[in-house]
């Protein structure tokens, strides 16, 4: 029998996200991926590219910026599985950008969210 131990602290809302993360220790390189939840500690990416723990980035989506640090990145088959902690949120006007809000609302109630 094989058993698995779900060791999150927070539960997490699915997502499917274009996102773009920006090094800000090297604002040259843009990471493309995908974002995949929400939770209360942070968000969960899907990225081609490792990222380093507590490296500073800061994450477009939409019409949106995110600031925050890498706290874990682990192989998976093709891709690196991402772990950020979100710090700031610079909300957009759009449509994407009021539903970014709620989801972040639910799920990150201690986050600053302000509107650009």
């Given at each position: 029998?094989?058993?698995?131990?779900?060791?999150?602290?927070?539960?997490?809302?699915?997502?499917?996200?274009?996102?773009?993360?920006?090094?800000?220790?090297?604002?040259?390189?843009?990471?493309?991926?995908?974002?995949?939840?929400?939770?209360?500690?942070?968000?969960?990416?899907?990225?081609?590219?490792?990222?380093?723990?507590?490296?500073?980035?800061?994450?477009?989506?939409?019409?949106?910026?995110?600031?925050?640090?890498?706290?874990?990145?682990?192989?998976?088959?093709?891709?690196?599985?991402?772990?950020?902690?979100?710090?700031?949120?610079?909300?957009g006007n759009t449509d994407l950008a009021d539903l970014l809000?709620?989801?972040?609302?639910?799920?990150?109630?201690?986050?600053?969210?302000?509107?650009?």
């Open positions: 029998m094989v058993c698995s131990v779900d060791r999150r602290l927070h539960n997490r809302a699915l997502a499917d996200l274009d996102i773009e993360v920006v090094r800000l220790t090297n604002k040259d390189q843009i990471v493309a991926g995908r974002l995949e939840d929400i939770s209360e500690s942070g968000m969960c990416l899907i990225l081609p590219s490792e990222l380093v723990a507590d490296e500073i980035v800061r994450l477009e989506a939409a019409d949106c910026t995110l600031f925050g640090h890498v706290v874990h990145c682990t192989w998976q088959p093709n891709a690196f599985r991402t772990g950020i902690e979100v710090e700031r949120v610079l909300l809000r709620v989801a972040l609302q639910d799920t990150m109630p201690w986050a600053t969210l302000s509107t650009r």
